[in-house]
Each structure stands twice: as C-alpha cells, then as structure tokens.
C-alpha cells in the first residue's frame, strides 16, 4: 500500500482521499482548515492506493483513530461491497465518496449530488427550498443525533467486510437506546440530508431543491455523470440530454432515470444534433482536461486539455444566460470554459462543487456544521 502523504501520531484523529491518483488533490486544503477552525485533532491525509491494495486500504479505516476518507477515481464503484452499510442515495446512484467510520462499521455515502446541487444554487441556478447541513443547530445536538444514530433504511451490504455479521448482538444492543435516538434525530432530522435512518435519502432531494423549468445537457455517462443525473432528475429539471460518445451507455442510464422521473430523457452520440432550450445547464462530467499526477499522464491530460467535449460551434448556439459547468477543478479553466467565456456564456469550475461535497462529508464524519467560509477561503 503507497502512500503519499501520512501523520502517525497516535494522538490525532485521521481521515484522508483514497484513489490513483491523488497528488492532484485539493481536499486536504479545506478539510484541514475546518477541523483546526472547529478545534478537532484531526489530520486530512492523501492515500495512493493501488488496485491490489484497495481491501486492505478500507479495512484499516475500522483503526479507533479513523473517521473515515473519501473516495475518488478509480474506486467510487469498487468499494460498495466493501462496506457494512450503504446510504440509500449512494446505492441508487451506484457510487460511493464518503465512508464514515461509526461504532465499528463502515458507512458509505454519496455526497457529489447534493453538493453538484449546492454549488449550482450557490451560483444562481435553481432554488434550495430549505437549508441542509448549515444547520444552526447545537453542537451537543448534532453529536447526540450522530452517535445515536440507527441504521433503518439504509440499504445493508451483506457478504462486504468479514465477520460483520458477527455483531448482531451489538446491533441489537444499540437499538435499545431508541427513546433518546429518536428525540435528538428529530431535532437535526434535516441536518444530515444524506444519512438514510428512514430510507429518505433521495426525497431530501426531492423537498430541498428545485430546477424545475431547466434544461441539463450532460457531458458523459459515467460514474460522475450518473450521480449528477439521479441529482437533477430529483430536483425536478424539465428537461435532460445525455451526450455520450457510447449511446448505449448513455440509453442504459436514461432508462433508470425514467423509471423514476417523469423528466424528458434524450440521448445522442454527436453533440453537433443538439437543440438548444431556454434556461440551459451544460455540464462537463467527463475527464476530459483533467490535470493528473505523472509524467505520461500529464503529457496525454496536456494534448487533451486542447480539445472539448463540446465543440465551439455548437456552444455558440446557446443563449447567452446559458451556465457552462465543468466539474474539473484542476486545471481551473479547461478548454471547454475557455471557449465557453469567449462566447459570453457563464463558465464555472467545479471548485463550488468540491467545496460543497467536502462540506458535507465534514458533517457526517464530525457531527458538527461544516464552517463553509474558513473552507472556501482556504480552496480559494
């Protein structure tokens, strides 16, 4: 197992990115700041972590000291099965980049939907009907919800890590404290929008967001495209067009959104057959531009960074108020947003995006509101 970055103090709490590559990385900016901002021992760690080691990588993450990671590419689909328990959002969208190491079992949750939702509110798209992990609520309130927290709902992975299922007892004695779990959970109920106690995970989408009389035309059909999907069909978007070199891919993806969604689903292969709607979101969620670690990896990230997912001539028939968003953050301008800004459309990064899924992975691994500002001053 390799690691790129790591703190053995015994002393500190540890928490840290799992994937290949992860030097590229800007979550150890922003995580460390809020723990020291909100006073918690704790270290934000980056963990290369080959294919071969990726078992043993998750299982350390039961140490005492360990309040979990995030998970990046490759592993976003890989580590389901290696966890005791899967948020219902996490399950539907198929992809995991939060686990939360809570009284001896391994949580995984998707928190790039919600936080994909967050930043395009933050920028002026859509609407946020209610206020989620910025919650005001006490400090000891959030703790006592999280340590009581029970796992109704939420979607068990049997056959994950081994002997897991030795711990009913201890399941069973934790359910007994039901009285008090239910009183603190229903004070901070709206405070943890991602935890699935009562299998509501995709509802909080649902109730907390509105995009209805958009148009989404989505960059890509894969993992990362699948959690913006289940994101804006459950926020109620008119319309989405999945643009995907493999139609197939993007045909198997709209047909899951459908059997949910009374949202229109088009596919196409070519984005030169692309129509343009009033109120359009284009989003990049392709690896296209992306700056990796390593020298042949940079040199190919290099010649594709000339290029873009959406060719300049299409891009030049969308309205004006039309917001391009690319979810890569390293380079913070891509091809795609450079043309996009020349054209006089709004061009966004995916730092907002980052910010916001890391703000809310904070809360779930420490039960407290994430401080977002301190966050957003050190990402920035």
């Given at each position: 197992?390799?690691?790129?970055?790591?703190?053995?103090?015994?002393?500190?709490?540890?928490?840290?990115?799992?994937?290949?590559?992860?030097?590229?990385?800007?979550?150890?900016?922003?995580?460390?700041?809020?723990?020291?901002?909100?006073?918690?021992?704790?270290?934000y760690e980056l963990w290369r972590t080959g294919e071969d080691a990726l078992s043993a990588r998750i299982?350390?993450?039961?140490?005492?000291?360990?309040?979990?990671?995030?998970?990046?590419?490759?592993?976003?689909?890989?580590?389901?099965?290696?966890?005791?328990?899967?948020?219902?959002?996490?399950?539907?969208?198929?992809?995991?980049?939060?686990?939360?190491?809570?009284?001896?079992?391994?949580?995984?949750?998707?928190?790039?939907?919600?936080?994909?939702?967050?930043?395009?509110?933050?920028?002026?798209?859509?609407?946020?009907?209610?206020?989620?992990?910025?919650?005001?609520?006490?400090?000891?309130?959030?703790?006592?919800?999280?340590?009581?927290?029970?796992?109704?709902?939420?979607?068990?992975?049997?056959?994950?890590?081994?002997?897991?299922?030795?711990?009913g007892g201890d399941r069973d004695g934790a359910s007994a404290k039901g009285g008090d779990r239910d009183?603190?959970?229903?004070?901070?109920?709206?405070?943890?929008?991602?935890?699935?106690?009562?299998?509501?995970?995709?509802?909080?989408?649902?109730?907390?967001?509105?995009?209805?009389?958009?148009?989404?035309?989505?960059?890509?059909?894969?993992?990362?495209?699948?959690?913006?999907?289940?994101?804006?069909?459950?926020?109620?978007?008119?319309?989405?067009?999945?643009?995907?070199?493999?139609?197939?891919?993007?045909?198997?993806?709209?047909?899951?959104?459908?059997?949910?969604?009374?949202?229109?689903?088009?596919?196409?292969?070519?984005?030169?057959?692309?129509?343009?709607?009033?109120?359009?979101?284009?989003?990049?969620?392709?690896?296209?531009?992306?700056?990796?670690?390593?020298?042949?990896?940079?040199?190919?990230?290099?010649?594709?960074?000339?290029?873009?997912?959406?060719?300049?001539?299409?891009?030049?028939?969308?309205?004006?108020?039309?917001?391009?968003?690319?979810?890569?953050?390293?380079?913070?301008?891509?091809?795609?947003?450079?043309?996009?800004?020349?054209?006089?459309?709004?061009?966004?990064?995916?730092?907002?995006?980052?910010?916001?899924?890391?703000?809310?992975?904070?809360?779930?691994?420490?039960?407290?509101?994430?401080?977002?500002?301190?966050?957003?001053?050190?990402?920035?």
């Amino acid at each position: 197992m390799e690691y790129e970055k790591q703190t053995d103090s015994p002393s500190l709490l540890r928490v840290g990115l799992i994937g290949d590559p992860v030097a590229h990385s800007y979550s150890p900016r922003f995580q460390q700041a809020a723990f020291d901002a909100r006073g918690i021992p704790a270290r934000y760690e980056l963990w290369r972590t080959g294919e071969d080691a990726l078992s043993a990588r998750i299982a350390s993450l039961l140490a005492p000291q360990s309040l979990g990671a995030n998970i990046t590419i490759p592993y976003k689909e890989a580590v389901l099965p290696l966890l005791d328990v899967v948020d219902p959002l996490a399950a539907r969208i198929g992809a995991v980049n939060t686990i939360v190491h809570r009284n001896e079992y391994l949580y995984g949750y998707n928190t790039d939907a919600p936080g994909l939702l967050h930043a395009l509110v933050e920028l002026g798209v859509g609407k946020l009907r209610e206020p989620q992990y910025l919650a005001t609520t006490r400090d000891d309130e959030l703790m006592s919800a999280r340590e009581g927290d029970d796992r109704d709902g939420a979607s068990a992975k049997g056959g994950g890590r081994d002997g897991a299922s030795a711990k009913g007892g201890d399941r069973d004695g934790a359910s007994a404290k039901g009285g008090d779990r239910d009183r603190a959970t229903a004070r901070v109920a709206r405070t943890f929008p991602l935890d699935g106690r009562d299998g509501r995970a995709l509802q909080d989408l649902k109730e907390s967001f509105s995009f209805e009389g958009y148009t989404v035309v989505l960059l890509g059909a894969g993992g990362a495209a699948r959690g913006a999907v289940f994101a804006l069909v459950n926020a109620s978007v008119e319309r989405l067009v999945i643009v995907n070199r493999n139609l197939e891919r993007a045909q198997r993806l709209a047909a899951e959104v459908q059997q949910e969604s009374n949202c229109q689903v088009f596919c196409l292969n070519d984005p030169k057959f692309l129509i343009p709607h009033p109120a359009t979101l284009v989003i990049n969620a392709t690896p296209l531009g992306m700056h990796v670690a390593g020298k042949q990896e940079q040199r190919e990230a290099e010649n594709a960074s000339t290029f873009s997912p959406l060719p300049a001539e299409v891009l030049a028939r969308f309205a004006p108020d039309t917001v391009v968003f690319d979810m890569i953050y390293n380079p913070t301008q891509t091809q795609l947003l450079c043309q996009a800004r020349i054209l006089g459309l709004r061009a966004v990064n995916g730092l907002p995006m980052l910010l916001h899924q890391g703000a809310l992975a904070f809360t779930l691994w420490t039960g407290q509101p994430a401080p977002l500002e301190v966050m957003r001053s050190a990402l920035l």
